[in-house]
């Protein structure tokens, strides 16, 4: 069963960083991608960034020039590091991979991001 399991949450001031990583159990080039979701209380799921296998990275346009995201294969890890923290960033970020040779998509169990003064 591939496991993905998310580190590096925490509460930081607004205006602060935070550095997320996802160790993936498999290696990362059995992922076609690997990205991150957050979710807030009471909202739905939403993207925050893509990593693809062989393009680039895409962004939610609400953490555009402020998280960068990436993925090194050598130890099988996803970050995501976040600059410029607002309070809106507060929520339970996931990360998550579409397997290549079956499409389905495995997710980790979340990490708490909570930007707070």
């Known amino acids: 069963q591939v496991q993905l399991v998310e580190s590096g949450g925490g509460l930081v001031q607004p205006g602060g960083s935070l550095k997320l990583s996802c160790t993936a159990s498999?290696?990362?080039?059995?992922?076609?991608?690997v990205g991150w979701y957050r979710q807030a209380p009471g909202k739905e799921r939403e993207l925050v960034a893509t990593?693809?296998?062989?393009?680039?990275?895409e962004y939610a346009d609400s953490v555009k020039g402020r998280f960068t995201s990436s993925r090194d294969n050598a130890k099988n890890t996803v970050t995501l590091e976040m600059n410029s923290l607002e309070v809106e960033d507060t929520a339970v970020y996931l990360c998550?991979?579409?397997?290549?040779?079956?499409?389905?998509?495995?997710w980790g169990k979340g990490t708490q991001v909570t930007v707070s003064s």
């Open positions: 498999i290696s990362l080039e059995d992922f076609t991608v």
């Open positions: 990593v693809p296998r062989f393009s680039r990275t």
């Open positions: 998550m991979g579409r397997l290549r040779w079956s499409g389905a998509v495995s």
